[in-house]
């Protein structure tokens, strides 16, 4: 089936630049995505890049998309302490329910 | 605001006991998902529903089974739970017409501990 594979920690100061990288198999992907997951709470949808972009900037976030090498990654500029949390790359077809990665925890250090 | 609750955040059960995790969402969507996420697992759909009495297994279903008799409300029910079922449980909700990601609503997840 499907797989989607991410790193589980980042540790990153704060003020610097995070990056975390997602890779995934299923060619089909339509739609790549990027969640947030707070401390105790669901997760929150960031960005998300449709298939045939390669880039997306929203304010601090950038996506970049690979799809030759089938990989995903989330730029953090200037990453602040609130940015401290689970992040998750999920991909989907449209047909059947997005499947998500393990999870990066990000850890921000002032 | 779409709202999924989830109506336990904290539950502690004993091993063997039926456990119901309730969920209902408040936007008239037709699918509906049970995930649940454990450390360095991340998130593994065990069963979703697109429509009333409708279901389907995810990832994995064993040990876990449905009920979605009305549109609003997917209830998780855990027929006999064991220790490994301890974990945080995710329901989520999204309109019809397709699995689109940015239309996905999460609950703030449901935490089941198995004694």
């Known amino acids: 089936g499907e797989d989607v594979e991410q790193s589980l920690f980042l540790s990153v100061r704060e003020g610097d630049s995070s990056v975390i990288n997602c890779t995934y198999t299923d060619s089909s992907s339509t739609y790549l995505y990027w969640y947030k997951q707070e401390p105790g709470a669901g997760l929150q949808l960031l960005t998300y890049?449709?298939?045939?972009?390669d880039m997306k900037q929203d304010q601090r976030l950038t996506v970049l998309l690979n799809k030759k090498d089938k990989h995903l990654s989330l730029r953090i500029a200037d990453t602040q302490t609130g940015d401290s949390a689970i992040y998750f790359c999920?991909?989907?077809?449209?047909?059947?329910?997005?499947?998500f990665g393990k999870g990066t925890r990000l850890s921000v250090i002032a | 605001d779409v709202k999924v609750t989830q109506s336990s955040r904290y539950l502690v059960k004993r091993t063997g006991e039926k456990v119901f995790l309730e969920c209902v969402q408040d936007m008239d969507h037709e699918n509906m998902f049970w995930y649940r996420q454990d450390p360095g697992l991340g998130l593994r759909l065990i069963y979703f529903?697109?429509?009333?009495?409708?279901?389907e297994k995810g990832d994995i279903p064993e040990g876990y089974s449905v009920s979605r008799e009305k549109k609003e409300r997917f209830s998780l029910i855990l027929e006999s739970a064991s220790t490994n079922q301890t974990s945080m449980y995710l329901c989520a909700s999204s309109p019809g017409g397709g699995n689109h990601g940015n239309t996905i609503y999460f609950g703030e997840g449901s935490w089941l501990t198995v004694v």
């Open positions: 890049i449709f298939s045939n972009m």
């Open positions: 999920a991909e989907s077809d449209l047909n059947t329910p997005l499947v």
């Open positions: 529903s697109y429509d009333v009495k409708m279901k």
